[in-house]
């Protein structure tokens, strides 16, 4: 009988040490998936953040991209318009006194004549510089074709392109985004690269657009971080985010520049 209880006593005994060990996995389980859970909400907040800070940086950089594009249209308008309509100005108030000589008289008028066609032609490069025509009328592949060929007739640089580009692949509002990507580019490589060649390839490949731009140019160390948030790549980031793109870049001290995008 003693023997019993005592064999009763071992199985409660070890019942229960079964249910404190089950419980205590239990609780460790718990613990476990809580803290897995906390450690992905965590990693994902962390996500998060980095997300929504990036687009700042982004609108922070079309902000300032607009900025800077107003100023140049003002300094334009300012430096070609507004001078030239002083010197018209000034001629129609000769005119208008009438103390004028025959021969003055032709003078004046042919210098009134003189700068208004200058003012004209100064308005019609500050609206092409605003939307060119032919981006509008004709699409992106007429549009590079031009400038390229613009820069190629002033002899800053010479422009190679081979653009496959299927009409209307783009909306006209994406086609403008990488036409200015592209003028960035381009002005970069003559104002900062220093550049006397650069490459435009534009293909199609499993309904992606592929577009590339090198250059032969002074370089820069694609490392440093004040190259990565520059203004120019600041701003080919804005529209290529904008495109819905990924872009990748590479540049080293006397080895040109690179950029491959891809819509």
Request: hydrophobic share 40%; no cysteine; charged share 25%.
């Amino acid at each position: 009988m003693k023997k019993l209880l005592i064999q009763e006593n071992q199985v409660i005994l070890i019942a229960l040490i079964g249910v404190l060990l089950l419980l205590f996995m239990g609780v460790a389980l718990l613990l476990f998936f809580f803290s897995s859970r906390k450690k992905i909400v965590d990693k994902e907040l962390d996500k998060k953040k980095l997300e929504v800070t990036h687009q700042k940086e982004i609108i922070q950089s079309i902000i300032i991209t607009q900025e800077e594009e107003r100023k140049r249209i003002a300094q334009d308008l300012h430096d070609d318009i507004s001078s030239k309509l002083n010197v018209i100005n000034l001629n129609a108030n000769l005119l208008k006194d009438g103390d004028l000589s025959p021969e003055e008289y032709l003078i004046v008028n042919n210098g009134i004549l003189e700068a208004t066609d200058k003012t004209l032609e100064s308005a019609r490069k500050i609206a092409h510089n605003l939307l060119p025509p032919i981006l509008e009328e004709f699409g992106f592949k007429d549009a590079v074709e031009e400038l390229s060929d613009s820069f190629n007739n002033s002899r800053k640089i010479n422009i190679t392109y081979n653009i496959n580009y299927t009409k209307n692949h783009l909306t006209p509002q994406n086609e403008l985004h990488l036409f200015r990507i592209t003028q960035e580019l381009i002005n970069n490589s003559v104002r900062h690269g220093k550049a006397k060649k650069s490459t435009i390839t534009v293909s199609h490949k499993d309904n992606n657009l592929i577009f590339s731009y090198t250059d032969n140019g002074i370089g820069f160390d694609s490392n440093k971080d004040e190259h990565k948030k520059g203004l120019g790549m600041k701003n080919i980031e804005s529209r290529v985010s904008l495109l819905n793109g990924k872009y990748s870049f590479g540049s080293e001290v006397g080895k040109g520049f690179n950029i491959l995008i891809v819509i």
